[in-house]
């Protein structure tokens, strides 16, 4: 039995505790809600942690900023209409993932073009990102970073090392989006669009004789189990973009929105590599694993370059006329 002293104290302690929650839950003054689809471990997703706890220190608490991964607010499709629409506050795009709805913004993933660090700290605050960033804004969103996903892929085959256009003659290839498998159907393969999570099981199948994905993901996805070999480059270039609702943004105090935009900046800093190439920690897993990994060397990859970019560009330029042209003309001067 509890005597009424005992109770009362009891009661009081969850008084008080009941009140530092509620406190604590209602001391941010603005939240930024950040939808995206990368799982915990994602770098990008460990960057935006980084980035929320800036922003907490920055603000001394007056914004709170909370993300929601693994696509479970809002699917990747659905980030910019949500974000647009003012159901969130924010969200972290794909590049490439406009598609038809701002194809300029597919531009990085030409072969080989903006791949370099030069190159990607050259674009940001550039002529060029601007005019990216201003057709974000038609389309309903404010962009604030131009965060860096990744600036390479890996072509894996279960039957030789595609290190030269001539290699992939004949190959049914995994797809990534009709822009970039323009190239590779210039060196005579056939592209299949297929989402990630289902080429595992078409490449053991037979379904498609070579793979390209990130080269960290040949590892986590374990195409080392069925594809002998991989040949890595810094192929394509892709940033997450981290908008924001124009209303939303413009109605926070001009103190908070500069420590905000700080934080981002920040952001894109720590997703530049310091050095080209890839990074030969990725390759020696898959090493490890039985994989026969290489990264191609610069003869190789400006081969390669020479042999995809002539059609990509052509297709980049037929789907985004006039600003394309633009834009092409902006990025070469970086």
């Not at 952001?267 to 050095?275: D, F, G, H, L, Q």
């Amino acid at each position: 039995m509890i005597d009424r002293r005992q109770f009362a104290l009891r009661c009081a302690a969850l008084s008080i505790a009941a009140f530092s929650v509620c406190g604590s839950a209602y001391a941010a003054e603005y939240t930024m809600r950040i939808s995206h689809q990368f799982p915990p471990t994602h770098h990008t997703a460990v960057n935006l942690e980084q980035f929320a706890k800036e922003v907490k220190e920055a603000t001394k608490g007056r914004v709170e900023v909370q993300t929601f991964g693994a696509a479970q607010l809002f699917k990747p499709n659905q980030n910019h209409p949500a974000v647009a629409s003012g159901k969130i506050e924010a969200a972290v795009i794909l590049s490439f993932q406009w598609g038809g709805t701002i194809p300029e913004m597919s531009v990085s993933v030409i072969p080989y073009l903006m791949t370099s660090v030069a190159k990607q700290k050259a674009f940001i605050g550039s002529e060029a990102s601007k005019l990216l960033d201003a057709k974000m804004a038609a389309r309903g969103v404010k962009n604030i970073a131009w965060i860096v996903d990744t600036n390479d892929g890996i072509f894996t085959s279960g039957k030789k090392l595609l290190v030269a256009p001539a290699d992939f003659a004949g190959l049914k290839i995994r797809g990534l989006n009709k822009l970039f498998d323009a190239g590779r159907e210039a060196m005579g393969a056939s592209p299949s669009a297929m989402p990630g999570s289902e080429v595992y099981r078409a490449l053991q199948t037979g379904v498609l004789d070579a793979g390209l994905t990130g080269v960290k993901a040949a590892y986590s996805r374990k195409y080392y189990e069925i594809q002998k070999y991989g040949a890595a480059s810094n192929i394509i270039l892709a940033f997450d973009n981290l908008v924001v609702n124009p209303a939303w943004w413009s109605g926070l105090p001009a103190e908070l929105r500069t420590a905000i935009q700080a934080a981002a900046d920040r952001a894109v800093k720590r997703s530049i590599r310091a050095t080209d190439g890839v990074p030969p920690e990725d390759i020696k897993v898959l090493v490890e694993k039985g994989m026969q990994a290489v990264a191609l060397t610069k003869a190789q990859e400006k081969a390669m370059a020479d042999a995809m970019q002539p059609a990509v560009k052509k297709e980049f330029l037929r789907a985004t006329a006039p600003d394309g042209v633009r834009l092409l003309e902006l990025i070469d001067r970086l």
